[in-house]
Nanobody, 124 residues
Framework: QVQLVESGGGLVQAGGSLRLSCAASGLPFSSAAMGWFRQAPGKEREFVAVVSRTGGTTRYADSVKGRFTISRDNAKNTVYLQMNSLKPEDTAVYYC?????????????????WGQGTQVTVSS
């Protein structure tokens, strides 16, 4: 069955860095765009970043542009999110997802598989 497993979350001080990983299995990983989203308590899930099938195209939410970098390793079936200069407002559960649309979309409705999420907490 399809599995997306996130890891790498934790507690970090403002200004610090974390690297999230999402390992995929049970799906043709290299044929799908992959995205990262996040959800803070009481808020809707929001787009963070997406990478195309080959890794050649990336898109970011304005709130993370210049601080976060999404990448993928198709040989390892893994997508990454490098997060630098973290802020308290980045605190959320971070999810990776597979784009059913096949392209770099920021719409949650275009994603059909999701991981269980990993908690990121940034203290001030």
């Amino acid at each position: 069955q399809v599995q997306l497993v996130e890891s790498g979350g934790g507690l970090v001080q403002a200004g610090g860095s974390l690297r999230l990983s999402c390992a995929a299995s049970g799906l043709p990983f290299s044929s799908a765009a992959m995205g990262w989203f996040r959800q803070a308590p009481g808020k809707e899930r929001e787009f963070v970043a997406v990478v195309s099938r080959t890794g050649g195209t990336t898109r970011y939410a304005d709130s993370v542009k210049g601080r976060f970098t999404i990448s993928r390793d198709n040989a390892k079936n893994t997508v990454y999110l490098q997060m630098n200069s973290l802020k308290p407002e980045d605190t959320a559960v971070y999810y990776c997802g597979r784009s059913l649309a096949g392209y770099t979309t920021s719409n949650t409705r275009d994603y059909d598989y999701w991981g269980q999420g990993t908690q990121v907490t940034v203290s001030s």
